[in-house]
Nanobody, 127 residues
């Protein structure tokens, strides 16, 4: 079982930056693919970024490429999402997700390939 706790959300002006963190419990963190998803009001949850078990491979939604960076520190059981040049359309609840250890270690854009979810952190970008 993996428990995930996100932090770092808040209110920021357009063009600003935020860094989200996700702390994971359990001894298998380095065996879990990790990802960030977001959900805006009235919209479906969507993929933002994913990272492999070792951190040597990552993938991004087209809407955030060049602005967001996902990283992980396996020694600290933590995954990060650095967000720059934020836009009002980035406003959403951001969720951290982990894939079970028996799944592949490569980054995945699919919700169904993640088994554990945090409660989310709100990011609001004002214009």
């Amino acid at each position: 079982q993996v428990q995930l706790v996100e932090s770092g959300g808040g209110l920021v002006q357009a063009g600003g930056s935020l860094r989200l963190s996700c702390a994971a419990s359990g001894r298998t963190f380095s065996s879990n693919r990790m990802g960030w998803f977001r959900q805006a009001p009235g919209k479906e949850r969507e993929f933002v970024a994913g990272i492999s078990r070792s951190g040597d491979s990552s993938d991004y939604a087209d809407s955030v490429k060049g602005r967001f960076t996902i990283s992980r520190d396996n020694a600290k059981n933590t995954v990060y999402l650095q967000m720059h040049s934020l836009k009002p359309e980035d406003t959403a609840v951001y969720y951290c997700a982990a894939g079970a250890w028996y799944r592949g270690g490569y980054p995945s854009i699919h919700l169904y390939e993640y088994d554990y979810w945090g409660q989310g952190t709100q990011v609001t970008v004002s214009s």
